[in-house]
């Protein structure tokens, strides 16, 4: 287990605490352009995309080396309703579905870390790397509220 990679799952999602710090609920819920997601809507696709990622990991334990097709929250019906929660109700969310991921990885067997699930992209990725994929994905997501923040 990469001790580096489980801090900042533990860690990096608690950056929305400071980036929402200050704001209110109307910057929250305005789009940047008519093509961008709002900081709550970036926060929905994290915290669904949380579920997601889990359900993945569960596939490449029980599966030998599945094909995993890249995720598109505009095609996923679950996201709509995400779309729809409160700002209390995404965070959370977000927290619930951070400790089962956390637990996930704190309790997978050493022999499981090498498992492995293909993107389509990126190709066959082990478990380890799929939790590096994760956290840059997170991260870029945080990045954008940033953006977002400071666009007001």
Do not use: C
């Not at 990622?53 to 599945?66: A, G, Y």
């Amino acid at each position: 287990m990469n001790q580096f990679l489980l801090i900042k799952l533990r860690t990096q999602y608690k950056e929305i605490e400071d980036l929402l710090a200050d704001l209110s609920s109307e910057q929250v819920l305005k789009r940047p352009t008519t093509d961008k997601w709002s900081i709550l809507e970036n926060m929905a696709h994290l915290a669904r995309y949380q579920e997601v990622f889990l359900q993945r990991l569960l596939l490449i334990l029980s599966q030998e080396n599945p094909t995993l097709e890249r995720y598109k929250a505009e095609n996923d019906p679950s996201f709509l309703s995400w779309q729809n929660l409160s700002q209390s109700e995404v965070i959370q969310k977000l927290e619930r579905s951070r400790l089962d991921l956390i637990d996930f990885f704190e309790n997978l067997p050493a022999g499981e870390w090498d498992k492995v699930g293909t993107h389509p992209v990126l190709g066959a990725l082990s478990i380890q790397e799929w939790m590096r994929f994760f956290l840059l994905h997170e991260s870029h997501h945080l990045y954008t509220i940033f953006k977002n923040r400071h666009s007001y």
